[in-house]
Structure formats: structure tokens, C-alpha cells
């Protein structure tokens, strides 16, 4: 969903909640007259833009009852502020600032050259290039749902039964809004085949947040964490500040090369991994490959973190079951979104979690923000329980899958020069390109039409590998006249290039 509301409109221009320097106005034999003193500070105060123009001052009587002077003094300040401009009102009405006379210099203060600004040296999470989205009529971005997918009807109605009550007037349960957490068992139940109790469960404001309380709760700096190359880079970024050694592990068509992970004292602390729907490729770990991996998991006391963050969301493929539903809990912490299935704009996912993970969690998402938005939860809760959730997801299932076929009937002339993958789940794919095409090249000649696209470039590689040359195209987010018409621009591209090499399609 990314269309912005509208800001709604104040009904009245509010109220001045200023701090005057009142210790400057207790002490008029130092500072002159105490009207004089008032009228220079909210003079400067206009003038700096603090107080913008329009902002209605408080009544003369009530400033000068907080300010604790004479009301004459306050009258005495606002007359003269009136014959100078910087204010307007009548005898009656309110007071405000001028909207025409002034226009505040709000530049900077200057850059003090000697500051050594110590607490700006940590240093910082990798910076990914991302395509500016401003720049572009229209962008293939990763992972965006469909900006209609939710119907309006079902999402007026769960947020009329929160809106009933008003919101809490207290902290409430770190842990989540128990209901939700039911309804939440019992869908990952049914749908993933993980059977976890309420008491198991955490509700987070998304995957990212699950992956940095569970790295809070396990790492300390230094230690070895395995991650699947090429990898999701925000969750690298996780844990990367927070220190953890990183440990690539290579992917292929049947996922993650469970025998590469290092075994012995190499073993890592845990593994970070997307069996359902590698990320970014899509490939989607084997049977034979997910009973190895929870095998040497065990060997070894590793803690696997299954990011399942778009499994609902398959092609024609079965599902297979979550790792989390094929181990007893004790060796993996699964991590659920609300992001892909509804929106990302909700932040909000949960924790399925070895029970011996709660009480860390529970202490640092208590540090972090106490808990998640309990509204939010609440609307969440009847949206699962009430069958809207699975309704909705067998709905964009077929969505989903049309705009994947659209994709790929119209880039099937590619072939043998480019090659789709990772179609069987999610919503978004690769394209692989032959030698000859450059993902670099393809991806500056699209921006230079106004389309945005991603590449395989080497921020999705921890290790020195070659990155692959491959364009990313995340297609759930767009709507079906753009995603033809960027694949339109996509298709000239590519041609307008293999004939500039000599060859056709
Ligand atoms: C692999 C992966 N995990 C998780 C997420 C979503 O995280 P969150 O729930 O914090 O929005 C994304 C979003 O793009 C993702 O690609």
C-alpha cells in the first residue's frame, strides 16, 4: 500500500506552547523592563522561525498569569510587537504572527571545525545502493504486496471493532496481545504445519526487529554466524552492527548447501536462512536438504532462524513444511511477518521461539520499544481469527500468479539470452542473463527510461564471489498496465543490446 493519506487539516491554528526564558524575566533591574524583555524574546523567537507565522499567542491575561508579571506588561510587549509588524490583532480577538512580514533565516548553525564529534565514530551498517526511488516512473521493488490487495471493506471492519475502545492507558504485555498469539498458533498450525503454543510466541514489529532481538539475546561481538550468500542485506546489516562474524554459505537450486556449513569447533552460533524462499534468488530448500540441516543443528547446538517471510505466497509448487514444524522447536526460532501477506507499513511480525529463548527476548523487546502496537495487534487478531487473513491470501494468490505469468509469457522470447528464476513463490524473480548482456549495463539503460531495477551486484555477496548477473524484478508492487509497460521497456532494452552485439531473438 503506497499511497500516502492525506494529512488531515488542524481545525484552528493551536495554541503557542512556548518556553520563554523565564529566568531572563525575573531580574528587570539587570535586563530592563520585564515588557521589554518579553517583547525581545518573542520578537527573536519570530525571527528565528521558532514561531511560525500564523501561530496564535496565548490571551495577554493567561501569559502573564504563567509568566507570573503584570498583564499590563504582556498588552505592553504585544502593542509594541503590533506597531512593529511582527504581529497581528485587534482589541478582542487573538493575537498572532504576522503571516507577511517576515521570512525567518534558518540557516545552519556554522560547523565548528575543532568538534571531533566522538560520537559519530561507530562505524556504520553498509550503505546499499539502492535505485533513488524519486527518480523513477516506475520501480521493480522487492517484496511490496499488491497496493489493492487488501479490500477495503474487511479492512474498515477489523479496525471498527479496535476502534470501540480507547487505546490502553498503560504498557502493556511484552509478549503480545495473547489473542493474537492464539489466532497466530493456530494459523501456523494449519498453514505451516509448526505446532507451537500462545506461550512459545512473541509478537515483534516485523522480521527485522525478531532477527535483532534474537541476535541481542544470542551474540556477543565476534561471534560466527552463518548466512546464505547471496543474502538478505538488512538482515546482514542486523548483524553486522551488532557484531557478529559472518559466515557465507552458498545457494543453489535446491537452496541453501547445507554441506558447506562448517562443522566442529567451526560451527557457527547460528544460522540466519529463508528455506521457504531463498532471498533474493527463490530457490526453496529440499526435503533431503531441510532434514540435514536440522541434523547438524542438533550435532552441533546451532540455532537455525528461519525467516518464512512470504511462504504464503506459492505457485504451483507444494508446500513444504517449516523447519520449525519439522524440529521440536529446540534448535530453531521461526520468524513471521505481517509485511508481505498485508503490508510492511504495519510493522509488525512474531516469534515462534525454543523455549529457552523467551526470557532474553521478553527482556529485550522490553528494552527496545516494551512492546509492539497494541492497536495494531488488536486489528491483526480479527483479521486472522475471523478467516479474512486466509481469505485474502487465496485472493492474491491468484493475483500474484497472474502477474507472474504476465511476466513470464512476455519475456519468453528471451530465451536462450534470458532466463527467469525463482518464480514458484513470493513476489519477485531474476531474470539471468547471458554472458554477453550486462546486468550493469541493463540496469542504466532502464534508469535512463525511467525504470527502476535491481541487480545482483556485489553488496548481496559477503564473500569475493563474482556477483551473478542477473536483474531482480520484484513485481507484487506494481499494478498490471505498469508491470507490462516496464517489461515493454525491458524487452526494447535487451533487444536494442543483442542486436548491437549482432545477434537476434
Ligand atoms: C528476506 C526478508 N525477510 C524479512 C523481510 C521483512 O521484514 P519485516 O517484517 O521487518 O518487514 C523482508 C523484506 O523485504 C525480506 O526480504
Redesign the pocket.
Known sequence: MTQNPKPLRPRATPQLEFPLELHRLENPSRSGPLHNQLGEQLRQSILSGKLAAGTVLPSSRSLAHSLGISRNGVVLAFEELIAEGYLVGKRGSSTRVSSEAFHPVSSPAPVQPDRSRRWLAKPMPPRFADPDAGEFTLEFR??RPDPWGVSLEDWRKIWRSVLRTPPANDYLDPQGYLPLREALSQYLGRSRGVSCLPEQMVITS????SLDLLARAVLKPGDPVAIEEPC?R??RGVLETLGAKLIPISVDEDGLRVDLLPTGENAPLMLYC?PSHQ?PLGSRLSMPRRAAMLEWAGQHDVLILE?D?DSEYRYNAAPLPALAGLSRLEQVAYLG?F?KVLS?ALRL?YLVLPPALLEPILRQKRIVDFHSNQPTQQAMCEFVTSGMLEKHIWRMRRVYAHKREILREMLRPLLPWAKLGGLEAGLHAHLDLHPSLSAQKVQHMLAQRGIGVRIMDSSYYISNTVPRNAVLLGYGGLELADLRRGIGVLLEVLEGMLQESGSRI
Open positions: 522487492l517484496g516485523g522480521s527485522i526487529q538478505y538488512t538482515a529463508t532471498y525467516d517471510y511477518t509485511s510492511p511480525g
